[in-house]
């Protein structure tokens, strides 16, 4: 006898409570060590301070984190959370991953998108989520970042990006490659509507998204070290046959090649993109 | 809230949470024994997981299997269900270990809680009245000296007991000796632990447990009273509520009496206080369930609060929305179950419809009922504005239930709720006798 196929509905977590088991105070705090300065950081420390260590080392940071990091308080307004990857081309173990980063994220999707506030700035935000299977890009993702970009070409706002991934989502194979030719299309549409578009790159940025939306922007910052590349450093080695000079793929070679405007620590962020959109959106 | 919940557990429970779990946008995992890979509740879950051989011991009762299965997954917790290990306290203290929280009450009260001998002592201070007994007895000397104190006839059981087993009725001193040994025999066959204890044998009574919602912030609600008196060995066989032998200002008393006593437990989650309710109207304290009940569909089809939506928010930590005052108790809802009489594969199913009639089952075209686990198919619930409306409508609705290719119950259940001594609600624990 074959299992029954059912639909899945598609409602939303209900809100409030915790979403994981108590952390029992015998057991000590968490910490995290820092891959620069070596040192054990209490995990509390690390959230108040923007996943940033002491020695300015820059950690992975969850999208909503990311979030509440750069919008004024209550002030986002999610779009699109309702569209999410299917697996158009049944690839073995892609629904299961999907379940499985879905629990760990808790978000449906690789980026969060709408609307919010950024130092009573109003502009679109999208965000890529690097614990959704590194932030690929998926006819999902693709989707989102299109229409946020409609969205914002037909409210006339501002764009700002926060870009991680590690590239196109190989399980939907050709459906994701042509997200890099339909978001670039929605970025240009709004572009020639002479609107504004603030890329940050985090790390990492690579793949698909670095050669579509994230390097299409009219400014793009980066933060710290942050790696930014198309193929990865190992492939153009054993394909070039070449040593990479140090520092190869990280934020700063990037700028120092003139790919990057400037790279700006978490610390100053918010406040240079508030400026920034307060320039460029003739308000004070 | 959590993002994904497994489900250690089978059969109509396993769809039931699976069902509440997809309502609140929490993805599921289901566990599986190879005699269900074909089961409902692996077809409705987002993910499954065979997790052993037919036997329960090898799937649903193999801790490590379940807990790996909750760690693949990711699942952040595990909803037990009823029966299986949904009163382990070893398993939830293990789910505890593996930082996943286990749904249901914290293994320490469920320890507390589940030796029946040391909590009739707890419960003795907080005011309700306890069936006068003994903590658990060593020897059948020991067990003849208690019986002769209490006076015959006595009841003889397993402290770790539940399910009806492990329970032995002395009517003379003579019995003791043979009662002991089959009971102690039982209890640890059954559940590991060999200790008995005796009590006061309460006859004629009825079987009245109270619902219980408790959450973290110490507010506790009573979702009234059930009446559970239909039972054949010990065995349940229809619930209805509210019990059409208490009166309102009984429930009210006992109410107000359950909802301190559970306070003073310090107990949170979903629980089920037992009594048995004597002639006199007097409330005798049994034990305290502290997880799902099989029946808690009857509660919510009176009272319209979801139990195992509930049960989850309260393990995320979410207190209470409603308070006592806020609990509608008009009306009767009734459940009759639905066993299978032997193995057999599900040819045919017809569900009745219509308005407040609930079927909770696990059967779908060609299922297969297996010998390895328990007989219950499905669970039929009705709800009516009055008694005698609810009377009507199960009978309506077990007459239009029709379940082709499995040997049920389903005409036992019609003779019972026709039969006069039921529908005048005046019914009490020896309403099946021998049959």
């Known amino acids: ?284 | 809230m959590f993002s994904k919940i497994l489900i250690a557990n089978r059969g109509e429970i396993a769809v039931r949470i699976i069902r509440a779990c997809k309502e609140m946008g929490v993805a599921t995992v289901a566990v599986y024994s190879e005699a269900d890979k074909d089961a409902l509740h692996v077809a409705l879950a987002d993910q499954s997981y065979c997790i052993g051989g037919p036997e329960a011991a090898d799937s649903y009762l193999n801790e490590n299997q379940i807990i790996s299965a909750a760690v693949l997954a990711c699942a952040q917790a595990i909803h037990p269900g009823y029966g299986f290990l949904s009163e382990n306290a070893h398993f939830a203290r293990l789910c505890q270990k593996h930082g996943i929280v286990f749904i249901g009450p914290d293994p320490d009260s469920m320890e507390r809680l589940s030796d029946k001998a040391l909590l009739k002592e707890l419960v003795k201070h907080t005011g309700l009245s306890v069936i006068p007994g003994t903590k658990a007895v060593s020897s059948p000397e020991a067990a003849k000296k208690a019986a002769d104190h209490l006076g015959y006839p006595v009841m003889l059981k397993a402290c770790a007991g539940g399910g009806g087993r492990g329970i032995r009725l002395i009517q003379s001193r003579e019995e003791v000796e043979d009662a002991y040994l089959q009971a102690t025999a039982e209890a640890v066959s059954a559940f590991g632990d060999g200790s008995v204890y005796i009590e006061k044998y309460i006859f004629p009574a009825r079987h009245v447990e109270l619902q219980i919602l408790a959450d973290e912030a110490g507010n506790v609600v009573c979702l009234g009273d059930r009446d559970c008196s239909l039972q054949r060995r010990n065995q349940k066989l229809l619930e209805e509520t509210p019990s059409p032998a208490v009166s309102v200002k009984q429930r009210q008393n006992i109410i107000k009496d359950a909802i301190e006593a559970t306070k003073q437990l310090g107990y949170v989650g979903a629980g089920t206080l037992e009594f048995l309710l004597d002639r006199d109207g007097r409330f005798w304290f049994m034990e305290m369930n502290v997880r799902l009940q099989v029946e808690h569909c009857v509660t919510e089809m009176l009272t319209g609060v979801d139990l195992v939506k509930w049960q989850i928010r309260i393990a995320a930590g979410i207190s209470l929305s409603f308070a006592q005052e806020d609990i509608p108790l008009t009306g009767t809802a009734i459940e009759c179950r639905i066993n299978a009489g032997s193995c057999g594969t599900l040819e045919m199913l017809h569900v009745p419809g219509g308005p407040s009639v609930r079927f909770d089952t696990y059967l779908i075209e060609g299922t297969s009922v297996s010998p390895y686990y328990d007989s219950l198919l499905g669970k039929l619930i009705v709800y009516a504005k009055t008694r005698e409306e609810a009377l009507r409508k199960i009978r309506a609705a077990l007459c239009e239930l029709v379940i082709r290719g499995i040997p049920t119950n389903l005409e036992e259940q019609l003779r019972i709720v026709g039969d006069e001594r039921f529908t005048s609600g005046s019914y009490d624990l020896t309403f099946m006798g021998n049959r």
């Not at chain 1, 870009?163 to 194979?173: C, I, L």
């Not at chain 1, 790390?203 to 933060?223: H, K, Q, R, W, Y």
């Not at chain 1, 100053?268 to 993109?273: A, C, G």
């Open chain 1, 1 to 284: 006898m074959a299992l029954i196929h059912f639909l899945k509905p598609k409602n939303k977590l209900e809100e409030g409570g915790r979403s994981a088991a108590l952390v029992h105070q015998d057991e000590g705090e968490p910490e995290k060590n820092c891959p620069n300065c070596h040192k054990d950081i209490p995990l509390s420390r690390l959230w108040a301070n923007h996943m940033v260590c002491a020695c300015g080392y820059h950690f992975r940071m969850k999208a909503r984190q990311r979030l509440h990091m750069i919008a004024d308080k209550n002030s986002f307004h999610e779009l699109y959370s309702d569209i999410c990857s299917l697996d158009p081309l049944r690839f073995p173990g892609y629904q299961d991953k999907l379940e499985t980063v879905r629990s760990v994220s808790n978000e449906n999707e690789a980026v969060l998108c709408g609307t919010a506030s950024i130092g009573r700035q109003h502009c679109c935000i999208f965000i890529m989520e690097p614990y959704f299977m590194m932030g690929s890009m998926g006819a999902a993702v693709g989707e989102k970042i299109t229409a946020l970009f409609e969205y914002a070409a037909r409210q006339r706002m501002p764009v700002i990006g926060f870009t991680v991934s590690g590239g196109a989502r190989m399980q939907e194979g050709l459906l994701s490659l042509m997200q890099m030719a339909k978001t670039s299309a929605a970025v240009k549409r709004h572009s020639d509507a002479g609107l504004l578009y603030i890329a940050v790159l985090t790390d990492p940025t690579t793949g698909g998204v670095t050669a579509s939306f994230a390097m299409e922007a009219d400014i793009i910052l980066a933060e710290p070290e942050a790696t930014v590349g198309f193929a990865g450093k190992r492939v153009i080695e054993q394909t070039t046959k070449k040593a990479l000079p140090k520092g190869f793929q990280k934020a700063e070679s990037v700028l120092e090649h003139g790919f990057i405007d400037e790279i700006v620590p978490r610390s100053s962020q918010k406040k240079l993109l508030a400026e920034l959109l307060r320039i460029h959106g003739g308000t004070s």
